[in-house]
């Protein structure tokens, strides 16, 4: 089972930045994609930005594009959420998640096989 581990949340100020890292590990023989989803208090799980396997494809929601950047690590299997920017609505349970199947829609949540525990990141004005 593939196990997926997020780090990097916390508290910061509106206007600052963040990165959150996810630590993939027991891979199965293939991964077509990595994404990172958000869910704020009280609302449903949302997409945030995916990337291929292969690293040459990312894909972004609307309401973060030219603030947060994803990007992985091949050698150290590791996929990164880079935030800058932040403002108060960022403020969510962040979730690292594998898709193992291509051709599936990376901006929905139930195209995705495995997921993180969440990272907690919180925006104050």
């Known amino acids: 089972q593939v196990q997926l581990v997020e780090s990097g949340g916390g508290l910061v100020q509106a206007g600052g930045s963040l990165r959150l890292s996810c630590a993939v590990s027991r891979l199965p023989f293939s991964i077509a994609a990595m994404g990172w989803f958000r869910q704020a208090s009280g609302k449903e799980r949302e997409f945030v930005a995916a990337?291929?396997?292969?690293?040459?494809?990312?894909y972004y929601a609307d309401s973060v594009k030219g603030r947060l950047s994803i990007s992985r690590d091949d050698a150290k299997n590791m996929v990164f959420l880079q935030m800058n920017s932040l403002k108060l609505e960022d403020t969510a349970v962040y979730y690292c998640?594998?898709?193992?199947?291509?051709?599936?829609?990376?901006?929905?949540?139930?195209?995705?096989?495995?997921w993180g525990q969440g990272t907690q990141v919180t925006v104050s004005s």
């Open positions: 998640a594998a898709v193992r199947v291509v051709g599936r829609n990376w901006y929905r949540s139930s195209s995705y096989d495995y």
């Open positions: 990337i291929s396997w292969r690293g040459d494809s990312t």
